[in-house]
């Protein structure tokens, strides 16, 4: 047994300290402010900790999953910004050693597994991908890449297949991405893998039914609740509405940029993958292996493309594809005469990361966020929410002319009805209209104590309907029922009620500037 154990030990050691080593990174944002996206996700949790119903109480459209994700991350390590980040560190090290595990599978050896999770795990953190985020993606990975180690070696093991498709609806649950995924994987490995359709399709039911289970239970218990309507709208009909927003020509000169500059300030996994790719037939794998590989890319770049908006954390589900491909392609040349030159290969693209991303492992917080998001008031989001905490009683409700649910996280509070964040205001869909007129009715008969107005086109896209009957009515409930009290500018620690600093910014007013509202004695 203790031969065994240390036979373990050395086998798994390896892979191991370099996920650790290659993932210190992540420590150096840890507290880093929000962006819009955590806020969203801990102001979720914060309302399922409280009682309150996701899609009914608050309004988002992403599944449940990744709000119990920061539910659980938030009782665990504490009501603070580094909660999530850790448990994002805690996916990404999960996620490097099951890369490690299908490198080995697909016929790679342990030296292409270690090359494939440092270049992985450096790369995940990188700002270029807003990778030091604890957003949806990262948290995804583990699910995807245990999916897929499930399913190659399955053959036709009918529970493997049933845990491989149970992974991937569990992975349904953090992001609808995860369908996109999987179709192309499970096709292309069922047509090599399994002889006659009568097998394929015996195949197809344990993994199908475990890809279901998930979603029908989640469904199912939001059906008991009397919120299945809220929730299909919010997983299905509102997610698809967004996505029809962008004609495919748009998204492709959109992502063609994206990658552009991808490539331009962090090129090492997508050179080494490139690189990896073109000698993909001297590869060191087992039989089908490559297309499997393929499918796999293939399904990445689907997921990063389904909502034809390319942010920089979308690039995240193909980061450990990359590296897959970059393992298998070292595994065949680090060995004899060849092995000088790969080894030189890959010190250059890890030494390429490594000078791309010590800059901001060196950099102030307010600058990340500000190379990384441009004008955006995540920095002094938190001197915000702690100003209303002090100004305010757990019972007032704030409402914010823009989609910084974060503030709401920092201070504790609650906002004034389900839909906390301005973009459903703002963006087509079914329901943008109603959504309108339930917060102007709200407005009028349970006017919040404090209304925050963001100066940020980004936050409200309220100068796209600038002239409209919905954005003219929260201005004259701003004039009419309210006086501004405070203000906090772009990138300020600090939130000043001085009224000459305030009228001065008013005369002068600069893009991401947050202005406090409060409400007037007498309505």
């Keep these: 047994i203790e031969q065994r154990i240390f036979s373990s030990l050395r086998r798994y ?12 990174p992540r420590l150096f944002y840890m507290h880093v402010p929000f962006e819009r996206d955590e806020g969203t996700y801990a102001y979720m949790a914060n309302i399922l900790s409280h009682g309150g119903i996701p899609y009914v109480d608050a309004f988002d459209n992403k599944p449940p999953g990744i709000y119990l994700i920061y539910l659980i991350a938030i009782r665990i390590f504490g009501h603070g910004i580094a909660a999530p980040r850790i ?24 030296r292409g597994g270690l090359i494939a999770i440092a270049l ?9 991908y807003q990778g030091f985020t604890a957003n949806t993606e990262i948290f995804l990975l583990p699910f995807l890449l245990g999916g897929m180690l499930c399913l190659i070696g399955a053959a036709t093991s009918r529970p493997q297949l049933f845990l491989s498709g149970l992974l991937f609806g569990c992975g349904l649950m953090i992001k609808q991405v995860a369908a996109v995924f999987a179709i192309p994987l499970f096709t292309v490995w069922v047509l090599i893998s399994i002889s006659g359709w009568t ?3 015996r195949a197809l039911i344990p993994f199908a039914f475990g890809a279901i289970l998930p979603f029908g239970l989640v469904e199912l218990v939001f059906y008991i609740i009397g919120a299945f309507s809220d929730f299909w709208f919010a997983f299905y009909t509102y997610t698809t509405s967004y996505t029809s927003l962008f ?6 000169r959109t992502g063609w940029s994206a990658i552009s500059e991808i490539l331009r300030r962090n090129p090492s996994l997508w050179l080494g993958a490139m690189l990896g790719l073109l000698i993909a037939p001297r590869w060191k794998t087992t039989n089908g292996s490559l297309l499997i590989v393929f499918a796999a890319l293939f399904g990445s770049i689907l997921a990063t493309a389904m909502a034809k908006n390319f942010y920089g954390h979308y690039f995240v589900v193909m980061l450990p594809f990359l590296a897959l491909v970059i393992g298998l392609a070292s595994s065949k040349f680090l060995y004899g005469r060849s092995a000088k030159y790969a080894v030189s290969a890959v010190a250059l693209l890890l030494g390429i990361s490594i000078i791309n991303q010590y800059p901001y492992w060196v950099m102030p917080p307010a600058e990340i966020l500000a190379d990384t998001y441009g004008i955006n ?22 409402f914010i002319i823009g989609s910084e649910p974060q503030i709401l996280y920092y201070a504790h509070r609650h906002a004034l009805g389900p839909i906390f964040y301005f973009y459903p205001l703002m963006e087509p869909s079914p329901k943008q209209l109603t959504f309108r007129l339930e917060t102007l009715a709200q407005l009028h008969s349970e006017p919040p104590r404090f209304i925050l107005f963001v100066d940020a086109f980004t936050s409200n896209f309220i100068k796209l309907d600038s002239q409209s009957l919905f954005a003219n009515s929260l201005l004259s409930i701003l004039k009419i029922k309210y006086h501004l009290i405070a203000l906090s500018k772009y990138g300020s620690v600090k939130v000043t009620t001085n009224s000459s600093q305030i009228a001065m910014a008013m005369r002068k007013p600069v893009s991401g500037n947050i202005y406090i509202f409060q409400m007037n004695i007498h309505g």
């Design 247 to 252: 004609p495919w020509s748009e998204a492709l």
């Design 87 to 110: 448990a994002a560190y805690i996916a990404a090290f999960i996620a490097s050693l099951l890369l490690y595990r299908l490198v080995l599978k697909l016929g790679g050896n342990s």
């Design 199 to 201: 097998e394929r399709l």
């Design 13 to 24: 050691w390896p892979p191991v300290v370099v996920a650790l080593l290659f993932l210190l």
């Design 377 to 398: 008031p995540f920095y002094q989001s938190v001197s915000v929410g702690q100003w209303l905490k002090r100004h305010s009683s757990r019972q007032d409700r704030i």
């Design 120 to 128: 992985f795990a450096l790369s995940s953190a990188a700002p270029i």
